[in-house]
């Protein structure tokens, strides 16, 4: 699986982002896809997170602004992100983990290649 990240930005402060992950293989049934960032300084933090169910969850410090959604027939997943802040400001990254033990690379995590979001205040 490989996954091309698309969508960040320079953004002013309330602002929103439609970030975007598109992948090469099969994913949807069968993973947990998941967003993170990671922020100058700090360690990579999970932002939204799917089960293959379709069960999502986002962070506390985003709830009720960013949510994790995706287009099966795109194989696209998206964090659409409002009412941004500077402290959003980080390289976001989108995450594969598969979770059937069916699958050969079962508990393996894909990564794409981070994509820069920038809230100015």
């Known amino acids: 699986v490989q996954l091309q990240a698309s969508g960040g930005g320079l953004v002013q402060s309330g602002g929103s982002l439609r970030l975007s992950c598109t992948a090469s293989g099969d994913i949807f049934g069968t993973s947990r896809i998941n967003w993170y960032r990671q922020a100058p300084g700090r360690e990579r933090e999970s932002v939204a997170t799917?089960?293959?169910?379709?069960?999502?969850s986002v962070e506390n410090s985003v709830k009720g602004r960013f949510t994790i959604s995706r287009d099966v027939a795109e194989n696209t997943f998206y964090l659409h992100m409002n009412e941004l802040k500077p402290e959003d400001t980080a390289v976001y990254y989108c995450n594969v983990r598969r979770t059937t033990p069916w699958k050969s690379d079962s508990g393996h995590d894909y990564w794409g290649q981070g994509t820069q979001v920038t809230v100015s205040s």
């Open positions: 799917m089960s293959r169910t379709g069960e999502v």
